[in-house]
Nanobody
Framework: QVQLVESGGGLVQAGGSLRLSCLAS????????MGWYRQAPGKQRELVAT???????NYADSVKGRFTISRDNAKNTVYLQMNSLKPEDTGVYYC?????????WGQGTQVTVSS
């Protein structure tokens, strides 16, 4: 069974940067999509960015030009580089892995951006 473990969250001032990492343990073969979602207090979980095994990317409009998603297939790891952070980026960030017939989530990592 695949498990997802996030790291890299924390507290940062507005305008600062953070890099999130998510390691997928276990064997991942074939076409898959890894991504980041976030959930702010009192709000629904929302898409931040996704990347396919072929490295096609997709971003929420709110993060385009500021966030970059990437992956290292050899390490089963996906990254989210977050620059020019804003207070509205605050939330719990969750890693997601979608395989044919299976979807998994990490436990989440808190990102707090102070104004």
């Amino acid at each position: 069974q695949v498990q997802l473990v996030e790291s890299g969250g924390g507290l940062v001032q507005a305008g600062g940067s953070l890099r999130l990492s998510c390691l997928a343990s276990g064997s991942i073969l074939g076409i898959n999509v890894m991504g980041w979602y976030r959930q702010a207090p009192g709000k629904q979980r929302e898409l931040v960015a996704t990347i396919t095994s072929g490295r096609t990317t997709n971003y929420a409009d709110s993060v385009k030009g500021r966030f970059t998603i990437s992956r290292d297939n050899a390490k089963n790891t996906v990254y989210l580089q977050m620059n020019s952070l804003k207070p509205e980026d605050t939330g719990v960030y969750y890693c997601n892995l979608a395989l044919p017939g299976w979807t998994g989530w990490g436990q989440g990592t808190q990102v707090t951006v102070s104004s």
